[in-house]
């Protein structure tokens, strides 16, 4: 199976600025993307944003321009740096990875990171 251990966020002030960082373990054979979502207490979970393989990537119209993804390959980890926060911004950020193996395509999710942009 594959494991996904996130890290960063917390409390923010608005204006602020936070770091996510996501790194994937375990039974990995092809990445075919990786990604953040978040969810608001009683809202849907989104998409924030997601790089894939190649390097493309695609950013919620609510962040793009104060978000950007990144990731390290060798280690098998995407972040997330987010400047300019906002309280709407405030959600449990999950980390998302999209694997392919035997020709069949797996999602995995981390456990989620609280977000909270606040004074």
């Known amino acids: 199976q594959v494991q996904l251990v996130e890290s960063g966020g917390g409390l923010v002030q608005p204006g602020g600025s936070t770091w996510l960082s996501c790194a994937a373990s375990?039974?990995?054979?092809?990445?075919?993307?990786m990604g953040w979502y978040r969810q608001a207490p009683g809202k849907q979970r989104e998409l924030v944003a997601r790089?894939?393989?190649?390097?493309?990537?695609d950013y919620a119209d609510s962040v793009e321009g104060r978000v950007t993804i990144s990731r390290d390959n060798a280690k098998n980890t995407v972040s997330l740096q987010m400047i300019n926060l906002k309280p709407e911004d405030t959600a449990v950020y999950y980390c998302?990875?999209?694997?392919?193996?035997?020709?069949?395509?797996?999602?995995?999710w981390g456990q989620g990171t609280q977000v909270t942009v606040s004074l």
């Open positions: 375990g039974s990995i054979f092809n990445i075919k993307a």
């Open positions: 790089i894939t393989s190649g390097g493309n990537t």
């Open positions: 998302n990875v999209r694997i392919a193996r035997s020709s069949l395509e797996y999602v995995y």
